[in-house]
């Protein structure tokens, strides 16, 4: 038979090795395969083969989101002080410090002021990488500011959730900022001025149960992560695997809790266009 | 004490059983009297010296006054109603109007079960979405007729379920914290037991924050924080005790007004005791509040909670 009669091929030369410079290609997390950074950076930080969304810190997103990328950024003095001491494995001051050489000094949330499609307005971006991008008393500080300001100055307020919920070294100050910044949200509504949620990947826990599900807007960014309890949490509750898709974007927009999925090359023109909207513009 | 710190009862137990055995039988009355004194003392002293973790086991004690024994003891009239005239009822929440020392009010409050079958059909005081918007309408009613809410915190938390979060359990919660900040009437709370995340600040947006001396309030159950931070559940004591989730904690750090004393052995001891020292700090809120005239009670909330957290300014 012939097929174990064939003789070997003498072996082929395998491609050449070529070395390739770190952080030339990139993974990406969803179709797994090696695209190259250059390209992906140019898509918006979207995988240009499966259109997964990479996840943007917070100076991506305004750079993304403000006219001519230009901003100016308001409470950036506002700090962690460690109000309870807080030590688990490691102290969380030491923490902070760590996050604060690592990512910067603005905490979890870079609030800024510029200008979308020409109109005023403020958005608060959410830094995931710092400690997870958890609200503690700085991103409750500088939120509620921001949407003070908002209605002092009759602007606009955009919020780009990414967290995964309150901090747990802050205690109960954490839970507190979620009345804390839907207090200050009351009052911009009622002012009739628009508030926009962006919903990205992840927005759970103390986030979405205050500041993320109050918008006059909700967008989400395709197949973020948003719910108010973590997958595995219920996943223990319920001792069940979840159905694919649960608590995606696309799964709360079946259900009612959103209202629309925007891929990120058309965030900021729909979010322009719906300023104009409700601005009546 | 015993060596097992969730045993800290155990001496306590022991004397009550010790009078006990000798009260049926021919004992000297001076001996059982001398008992009951030591009974006290032994008694005081445990309970003034809990750890935060002590307390949480007291917060979760099955015989602790719940909401509807403290509307029992503390309220006439009491007329429960029921649903979110959306989806459903939900036992985890009752709600209900009544009047306190004669006024007419809304009452509100998390409500656990004691044995199986009330456990689960209150689903251990965790609230669904329904719960939430239940709590809301009738906060609105109260609102639009004018009367003074009263709301009893007492959950783990807010149920973490697929239902719920298909029917928007953030969502139901958010909607309340915004919409309590303006409520136009008088809010006073009180966390009877376990203040447990958003699932208890959905109901404890307010004018007056009371808390029990024994209750706890926290961001994340101590078995939570545990398991994320120090990736083992069994390190709940240190949690506890690092997140800072007893009264004395919760009102150093501006969220509570006041702390509520409990009868000498925690309010699951004597549970008509434990309401009877809570009735005057809600008297004196309500007659508090109710000479606030508006816009001033709905500003004065803001306030409140506009100064909640810590930070430092660089």
Redo the contacts between chains.
Sequence with gaps: MAWFQKEKKPKEPTEKQVAIPEGLWVKCEECKAAVYRKEVEQNFNVCPKCGYHFRLNARERLDLLYDDQAYKELAS?????D??D????KRYRDRLKVYEQRVG?GDAVICAEGKIDGIHVVICAMEYNFMGGSM???V??KI?LAVERCIDRKEPLIIVSCSGG???????????????I??????L??AGLPFISVLTDPTT??V???????GDLHIAEPKALI???GPR??EQ??RQT?PEG??RAEFLME???IDLITARADMKPTIGRFLRFFLNK | MSADPSQFDEPIIALRRQIDELSAGEADPAQIEELQRKLTKVTKEIYSNLTPWQKTLVARHPQRPYTLDFIGFLFEDWTEVHGDRKFADDAAIVAGFARFRGTPCAVIGHQKGRNTKEKIIRNFGQPKPEGFRKALRIMQLAEKFKLPIFTFVDTQGAYPGVGAEERGQAEAIAVNLREMAALKVPIIVSVVGEGGSGGALGIAVGDRILMLEHAIYSVISPEGCAAILWKNATAAADAAAAMKITARDIKRLGIVDEIVPEPPGGAHSDPPKSAELLAPYLERALHDLQKLKLPMLVEERYKKFRRMGAFEKA
Aim: charged letters at 15%; zero cysteines; a positive charge.
């Design positions: 003095n506002i700090r962690s002080g109000p309870l807080f030590r688990d494995t000094k503690g008393s700085v409750g500080e509620t309150a901090r747990m070294q802050e205690g109960i100050l954490s839970l507190m900022q979620m009345a804390k839907s207090a200050a949200l009351a009052r509504s009622e826990g103390g979405t149960a205050s500041y993320a599900m109050l719910g108010f309890a949490v219920i509750t319920i979840l649960f608590q259900h009612g809790m």
